[in-house]
């Protein structure tokens, strides 16, 4: 008899923990929209949980429907790129799920912290989401703007030590975005737009068979981190190789960069015309 009520009881947990599985599952497929950069296919996952009439609060937004959901990881993704989500343990109770979440970059640094409430029908489908965020854990977007500016000028003068005083090309590359652009002025004598870091060193050996180059005034950097820019401002003196003439001329170099890597360089010449006539001069 004891045994029979033993395998009743085994079977009674079996049923409750596959009932919590089945809510938990809507809750997983959440999470995994949240992950997915993609928006057309977070789309088609959000249909698979969502209803028209579901809805989400939080104190960014309140929407409902499928579409104005994707909205919603749209517009977060095009604040935070690089951002990773992570969660806790999910507490079940009637048809309700909550659990504690928070968002990292990707130096692993805390942007945003908080607890999610979640309603389900009962259909493997989400009613409604309310979220709350812990804004003690929560950084604010001047903060995120600092960090993200601060990791921004780290590259870049990584960059500047590595071109202009290790040489070592071997640590400027993994700085360095695929496919990333550098235009120089098409006046010069290795002007031109190059494509891809292969492209960009060997731009570098081509200026390098016309002068040889000290840095007269160690840069000064300016940073818009709202814009994933860096300028740097700083002068040459130059030697040209043909003349044996010297040249002293302020430059700047505009960069663009995005999760953490250099995108596109420009450098600006106070005085194009002036430096390459000094290239091509011989003695």
Known sequence: MRKIYFVCFLFMLNGLFAQKKDKLYPIAA?????????????????????????TFEDPSA?????????????????KFPDAVLTS???????????WEWKILDSKNNLIMAGRDFARLN???QISKIIGFWDNSATLSET???????????????KYYECLFKTRDFDAMATLIEDGAIYTQATGLPYGGTFVGFAEWTKMFAKSAEFFDLQIEKEPTYFSDASKNEVIIY???N??????????SMPISEHFDLKNGKITAIRPFYYDTKQFAEFLKSKK
């Open 122 to 124: 009962g259909k493997g």
């Open 88 to 98: 806790g343990v999910k507490i079940v109770k009637d048809n309700y799920v909550t």
């Open 238 to 247: 130059c030697k040209s190789k043909k003349s044996g003439k010297n040249l």
């Open 62 to 78: 309140s929407i409902k429907g499928t579409t104005a959901f994707n909205n919603v990881i749209n517009e977060f993704y095009k």
């Open 30 to 54: 959440y999470e995994k929209v949240w992950q997915e950069k993609n928006s057309d296919v977070r789309l088609k996952m959000i249909k698979s949980i969502w209803l028209e009439d579901s």
């Open 143 to 157: 903060d995120i703007l600092k960090n993200l500016e601060a990791d921004n000028l780290k590259v870049v003068a």
């Open 234 to 236: 700083f002068t040459i």
